[in-house]
């Protein structure tokens, strides 16, 4: 007679139980109560959409899109993905389900996420986000209510000593147009010794080249010029009152001109 094997669990996932579970659960609570004292209401969106949401959203060469995400074709025939982010699938709740007569929007949730990323110590393939957004408000004061959230909820887990908060800016479009061809210029100039990953994002987002973990692009990506040099009044002025914000709110940071993030989404404060 066969042997009869049970599924093992899937790699880069977990099953939490027991101390796990109860640490868990203190982190969920936490953050629903913090979001709470900042009127931040609690929102619950499909764990799976069309494709093409994280795809114009995130960008098409960012390597969720391009390599993490888990997507696959229903028997419909449509092309369907596991969010891999909250953002991509609450601007599209936003923009499809009338949510623009509420706006400024403050949501919050919390659920399963998935990557398919090399499992490691501390990085699933399913794990768990917590997120909270403001949606239709672009004045600074929404980018520092979020980081004082954020301060507050550290602190309410007891591990606010061992964060340090960097920031940078992103600017303004004009900004970041002019910033990118400058990029650009940097990038072609020593493109002979680029990694295969950053010769294709110079021509599609050359911004990804400054995170890039390749020991082959660090030295070009270090001597890239600052956003600082192409910073718009208004972008600059943006930032200056994030940093202001924050200061008077007595939240710690520290400037990382090289900070960037992996989605094209982002705008002025990265973080």
Known sequence: M?????????????????DEQRR???????????????????VDIPVFESTAVFARSLGETTDVVSKEMYTFEDRGGDSLTLRPEFTAGLARAYLTEGWQQYAPLKLATH???????????GRFRQFHQIDAEVIGAAEPAADVEL????????????????????????????????WRAALVAHFEAHRDVLSEDSLARLDKNPLRI???????????ADSAPDIDA????????????????????????????????????????AF
């Open 147 to 178: 980081l004082v959230l954020a301060d507050q909820l550290l602190h309410e887990l007891g591990i606010a000593d061992g964060v340090t908060l960097q920031l940078n800016t992103l600017g303004d479009a004009e900004t970041r147009d002019a």
């Open 230 to 269: 192409y910073l718009t009044d208004e972008a600059r002025g943006f930032f200056d009152a994030v940093t202001a914000g924050l200061d008077a709110a007595g939240v710690a940071w520290t400037r990382n001109a090289r900070l960037v993030r992996g989605l094209d989404y982002y705008r002025h404060t």
């Open 210 to 220: 400054l995170d890039s973990k390749d020991p082959r692009d660090r030295p070009v």
């Open 24 to 42: 868990f659960t203190r982190v969920v609570e936490a953050f629903d109560r913090v979001r709470k004292l900042y009127c931040f209401q609690r």
């Open 111 to 121: 659920g399963p996420v998935f990557r398919y990323e090399r499992p490691q110590k």
């Open 2 to 18: 066969a042997r009869i094997e049970t599924p093992k669990r899937i790699r880069g996932t977990q099953d939490i139980f027991g």
